[in-house]
């Protein structure tokens, strides 16, 4: 039965690479055919397409499902778990994120709500402070015309005098409440624009909120599906995996932290923890005779040649 690599993105990422191999390919046969022979470069390129197209027909004839129970099979079983699992992760962490964002734009519209009723408290004093300068001058105003009165009863100079300095500094101190008040008000109209415009930014972010709460919802729901669909698959495969080798593979994976528990080599260094393999041991990995792991970081190692020929088992098959 040939495997199929459940992680989409990662056969056409392999499949790509292909393609670039094949690049890679006819560049190389060009240079060769130029440097070697001296031809005319059109006559090297056609050569070179003909290599490249040979070399083609051979990577379409599709390597043979490794036998069960040899070490291949049992490396892709463990590759396949891992690509399982990996989906798994990725899907765990974004729905992490996600709740996040909601908790964010909560916070926003809680502290706005908050500095909205502080506004309010302060607009309310101000309205106070208003009224009390108002009461003084219906006060202010009322004594003026007392006294008023009481300069047409008065004996003498002196009283009158007396009662013209009263008028007077009331007049001043109708004058002060006058601009106490105008000051109040021009304050007050500047915290009512301020408090319409974060009930305007607070109606903006809550229409925000509720979309991105039922977001969040449906996907939470998409994602759980997805997640037992996934470990429903992952099952199937550790059935067929020894026990011993999972529970060593389970174990790399839960002290890794990026959750790979076997890996490729990339640039002769490990794809986990990138220490560098010696040409030996690169050698021994790619016959797969035995299991091999990172000295460094106890990753299991999986020959790239073997995942790639997978995939184009994978893929012809998905063709089929
Ligand atoms: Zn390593």
Not at 9 to 28: H, V
Not at 98 to 118: A, C, M, Y
Not at 293 to 301: M, N, S
């Amino acid at each position: 039965m040939p495997f199929h690599c459940v992680k989409q993105k990662r056969c056409k990422l392999a499949l790509y690479s292909i393609k670039n191999q094949d690049i890679r390919n006819i560049n190389m046969a060009k240079k060769k055919v130029k440097e070697e022979q001296g031809v005319s470069e059109n006559q090297g390129v056609a050569t070179a397409m003909t290599e490249a197209g040979a070399e083609n027909a051979e990577v379409r004839k599709l390597a043979p499902a490794p036998e069960e129970n040899s070490i291949a099979y049992k490396l892709l079983s463990l590759y396949h778990l891992q690509c399982i699992y990996s989906e798994i992760d990725k899907i765990r962490i974004e729905r992490g994120e996600l709740p996040n964002e909601v908790r964010n734009l909560e916070d926003d519209i809680e502290g706005k709500r908050t500095r909205i009723s502080k506004f309010q408290e302060e607009l309310n004093e101000m309205k106070e402070r208003e009224e009390i300068e108002n009461a003084k001058i219906q006060e202010s105003k009322a004594l003026i015309s007392r006294y008023e009165e009481q300069q047409n009863n008065v004996r003498n100079n002196r009283e009158y005098e007396s009662l013209s300095k009263e008028i007077e500094y009331q007049t001043v101190e109708i004058q002060n409440s006058e601009k106490k008040i105008s000051k109040v008000q021009a304050a007050a109209e500047i915290k009512t624009e301020e408090i319409k415009a974060l009930e305007s930014e607070m109606k903006e972010k809550s229409e925000i909120l509720s979309q991105k709460k039922s977001e969040l919802d449906g996907l939470i729901a998409e994602h759980e599906e997805k997640e037992a669909e996934l470990l429903g698959k992952a099952d199937v495969l550790k059935a067929k995996i020894e026990p011993r080798l999972l529970t060593a593979f389970e174990r790399i994976r839960k002290n890794a932290r990026n959750g790979l528990a076997i890996v490729q080599i990339s640039r002769d260094a490990c794809g986990g923890c990138f220490s560098m393999i010696p040409p030996q041991r690169q050698l021994d990995i790619r016959l797969h005779k035995k299991i091999i792991v990172c000295e460094a970081c106890g990753r299991i190692f999986i020959d790239e040649q073997l995942v790639k020929e997978d995939l184009e088992r994978a893929a012809a098959a998905a063709e089929n």
